[in-house]
């Protein structure tokens, strides 16, 4: 049998076509998809194809023979064509039966949406704001990138001090700072207008600060009460409150004499363990406050004069009380969590222990 090449001739040529449409039968009898159908037909009918080929060959020919030639490679053609568009038909036929063939059952219960969670750091800040909204604070915040002024001056942190250190603080373009507490937020409060002033605000700080204990970056929730006879008593008090609503209605509080620049007295604030009430026997080997019955939570003290003073409150005859507390320490102790660096990986293992609600 002669080669589709050299010393054709139109007998040959024409047997030739008449074979290709059983051919390309064949092959697109295995194919599944239309780009492989499509594909097969463009190596027979495309310009490289097999029966563009076969016509180049139609020179070699009589002339006389060329029309018999001719209609063979358009019955090829067609032929080929109808087997292209009745395996297509046959695949959509097939893909159509299946999707409708598939039986859904509508009553089945839906896949739900899966909500995500609040993280434990904003969970605790929610809980402060709700308890101190209850006792008629306002909610206040302000930017993270703060003038010196603002950070330190107005709060009687002279230039000299350690805290104000390249060290210790992040220093910004144009003479500004990330805020090493919320406390310019209470500045920018009481510059705005006349006490009295009543407000928590709650918010990220920063210090050069990065190990195991400590995150260049972490939120902490402050609060100032400012008006006429306001006194440490009302502070205690406050404090009090606070903390029986926070860990439950039998915690007490410590205070500490501390040193803070912008309060004067100052004092360190305890609260009592809410794991072991502070009560032997359970206290001495208590995991949460190590045995002392008591847990550190924050800084409190009467706001300075000289504070007052920077924000033009002298004219007014009134104090204040400030108090600070840190919200990852307050979330460890709540929730148990024995290492800091949980709050900021991520990790849904941790995080889905916080349920919505
Ligand atoms: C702590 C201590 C404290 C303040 C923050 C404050 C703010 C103004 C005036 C006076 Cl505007 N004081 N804030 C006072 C005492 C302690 O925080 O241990 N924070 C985590």
């Keep these: 049998m002669a080669s589709e090449g050299a010393g054709t001739t139109a007998r040959d040529l024409i047997r030739f076509f008449e074979s290709l449409a059983a051919e390309f039968a064949a092959e697109i009898a295995g194919l599944a998809t239309e780009t492989e159908i499509r594909l097969a037909q463009s190596r027979y009918l495309g310009k490289k194809g097999r029966a563009t080929d076969l016509m180049k060959q139609l020179g070699r020919i009589l002339q006389a023979d060329r029309p018999a030639v001719g209609v063979a490679a358009n019955r090829a053609r067609a032929a080929i064509e109808k087997l292209v568009e009745e395996r297509l038909a046959a695949l959509s036929e097939a893909s159509l039966a299946s999707d409708l063939g598939r039986s859904v059952d509508v009553t089945l219960p839906g896949r739900g949406r899966r909500t995500g969670t609040i993280h434990p750091l904003s969970r605790v800040r929610m809980e402060i704001e709700q308890i101190f909204l209850g006792m008629g604070y306002e909610v206040r915040t302000g930017p993270l990138v703060e003038t010196e002024w603002n950070n ?17 603080t992040f220093f910004v373009e144009g003479g500004l700072i990330l805020r090493s507490h919320t406390s310019p937020v209470q500045i920018r409060t009481m510059l705005a207008g006349p006490p009295p002033v009543k407000i928590i605000a709650p918010g990220n700080v920063f210090r050069r600060d990065d190990d195991a204990t400590h995150t260049p970056m972490f939120p902490q929730c402050e609060g100032l009460h400012v008006d006429k006879n306001v006194s440490f008593e009302d502070l205690k008090a406050t404090l009090i409150a606070f903390v029986q609503r926070f860990f439950g209605p039998d915690t007490d509080i410590r205070l500490r004499p501390s040193f803070f620049p912008f309060t004067e007295p100052s004092a360190e604030v305890d609260a009592s363990c809410f794991l072991c009430q502070g009560k032997q026997p359970a206290r001495s080997t208590c995991r949460l406050c190590k ?15 000289n504070v007052l003073r920077a924000v033009g409150y002298q004219k007014y005859d009134v104090t204040g009380f400030a108090f600070g507390m840190g919200l990852s320490r307050m979330a460890m102790l709540k929730y148990g969590v024995t290492d800091l660096r949980l709050f900021y990986e991520n990790d849904l293992r941790f995080l889905q222990q916080f349920p919505a609600g």
């Design 291 to 305: 045995g002392t019955g008591w847990l550190e939570i924050g800084g409190s003290g009467m706001v300075h004069p």
């Design 152 to 168: 330190f001056d107005a709060l009687n942190t002279p230039p000299d001090h350690p805290a104000r250190d390249m060290q210790d």
